[in-house]
Structures are given as C-alpha cells and as structure tokens.
C-alpha cells in the first residue's frame, strides 16, 4: 500500500522537477524558468511578492531542499538557507542535477546545522543580519519539527526579523492542522496573522499547499492578502485555488500553545478520511471547525 500511495508521486515529482528546469532552460535560454514554480509553490511566491523593487532584500530560510526558493532571489538581495543536513547541501549545489543556487541572482549562503542553534549561535556576531523575510520551510513529508514550531522557537525568529518583516511557515499537512498553531503562536505573541492555503490546479504544476504567515505591522498582512487574491483573478482561477482564511477568535483561544516544554500533536490531527474530500486540501480544516466564523476570500 505504502508503495502504490507514496512511491509514484514521489518519483514523479523528484523525476519531473529537474527535467522540466532543464528542458525550460535549453529551450528558452534567455527566459526564466521560475514562473514554473510561482503557483505551486505560492507561499513563497506570494510572500516574496512584496519586495519593493529598488530594495535589496535580507532573506532568510529554514531548509534547503533543492534550492527552489533561490529561483526568487534578485540581484542585490541576500538569501541565507539553514538546513541541518550536509548531503543535502552537497546534492543541492551539484549542478549535474540542480542549479537553483547556483543560477540564482541572489547572493547565496548556505549555513549548515539546525536552524535554531545556529540562529542563537549567530547572536555572538558583532552584527548579525537582521531579516526582511524569514521563510520556515523544513517540514519533511508529514513529519513535524516541533522545536521550529514553538513559542521560543518563534521569539527567536523576532530577533531577527526587521520591525516590519514577514515570517512564513510553509505547514502542509496531511494529518496536522497546524494552521491553528501558528494562530496561537501569533495570538499570545501580539503578532498578527493569515492563512494562504492552495488546491491542486490544472495546467499549472500546482499542488495542495498551507501557508501561515505572521508580522508585527497588520498593513503587511493586509498587503498580502491583497496580492493573493489579485494574483487568483489575474490567473482567473476559481475561488477554492487560493483561499485566505483568518482562524475564528473562539478557535484560537482553545487551541493549545506549543512550547519547547509542551506541545499536543493529538489535539492538531484533522480528522481521519480514507479519501480525498471535496475542497481538497481544505476540506479537513473545515470539518476541525476551522472555518467555523473564520473570514474566507
């Protein structure tokens, strides 16, 4: 079973990705490739969206995979990628199968080791960089990091983000609603926050995605909001491809607070389903009463 549900679409997607960014860039080589990924990946895209155009950027993301997200560096902008694991680093910057990173226009720097560790480690620098965008993308299949998703973790992360800075967590899941912890999070540290959650979408290399976004300065929430519904009827999609949720107040404030001393995996499983639900990726957020109130675009 285990073979028949993961395996094809693994293989496709590890297969097709590096075969279509080089067919693109052979057929089309004074092009770029990545509005490939704009969709598919719309978390980012969105939130990298609000760059101002004459501004560099101090971007910094958790997880490196591949180095897509390189492919939304701009000349002058600073991307600093943590990821924990070295082969990872190594498979990604081997151009015989990927050249995210190194066809980037960015300046890229890869920092090696868990994320928190080093970010704290970083605090002994005379200056450490402050960040415009922090991008927490290290969740690995259905598998949660809990020590990125935690009280501490995110004082950490406001450390280092700019007063008018944008954190993200890219938090699809299967079996975890953690839309609602990111929520909570946000509520008890005054931030504010949106949901941008994406469906599978026809002709445009897209998949299921959740998104959680949090900032000081609500116009920042806004904006985005903004953009990802602008960006739904520039593409003329239907109104279940891009969604932006706000969680109710009544669902927050019964949702527990993670900690590095406490978290409940149990309270954050979305309900069992043996196939997909109608509203794809949406479907269990609404029947855990997420969108119980909760404001819907």
Request: glycine share 6%; proline share 8%.
């Amino acid at each position: 079973m285990l073979s028949v549900h993961v395996a094809p679409p693994f293989v496709a997607l590890a297969a097709t990705g590096p075969l279509v960014q080089a067919w693109f860039a052979r057929r089309h080589p004074t092009r770029s490739p990545y509005p490939l990924y704009a969709v598919s990946n719309a978390g980012s895209f969105l939130a990298l969206g609000q760059r101002d155009p004459g501004t560099p950027s101090e971007i910094a993301v958790i997880g490196l995979g591949i180095g897509t997200l390189a492919a939304y560096g701009r000349s002058g902008d600073r991307m600093r990628f943590y990821e924990i694991d070295p082969a990872v680093v190594r498979i990604a910057r081997d151009e015989r199968f990927f050249t995210y990173l190194a066809q980037s226009r960015a300046e890229i720097e890869t920092v090696e080791g868990d994320a928190r560790i080093s970010l704290a480690s970083e605090r002994a620098l005379a200056n450490p960089p402050r960040f415009d965008f922090l991008i927490v993308d290290a969740f690995s299949s259905d598998s949660i990091p809990l020590h990125l998703v935690t009280r501490e973790a995110l004082a950490l992360y406001l450390e280092r983000l700019d007063e008018r800075g944008l954190l993200a967590f890219h938090v699809s899941n299967h079996h975890f609603d953690l839309v609602r912890v990111l929520a909570r999070l946000a509520d008890d540290a005054g931030l504010h926050f949106v949901a941008i959650e994406t469906d599978v979408i026809p002709g445009h290399l897209s998949a299921e995605s959740s998104w959680g976004f949090l900032a000081r300065d609500e116009g920042r929430i806004r904006a985005l909001e903004q953009l990802a519904l602008a960006r739904r009827a520039e593409l003329r999609l239907p109104p279940n491809a891009i969604v932006v949720r706000r969680p109710p107040p009544a669902v927050v404030a019964i949702t527990p607070l993670w900690t590095d001393d406490h978290s409940d995996l149990l309270g954050a499983m979305r309900p069992f389903r043996l196939h997909r639900a109608p509203g794809g990726a949406h479907a269990p957020a609404a029947a855990a009463g997420f969108d119980a109130g909760a404001p819907r675009r």
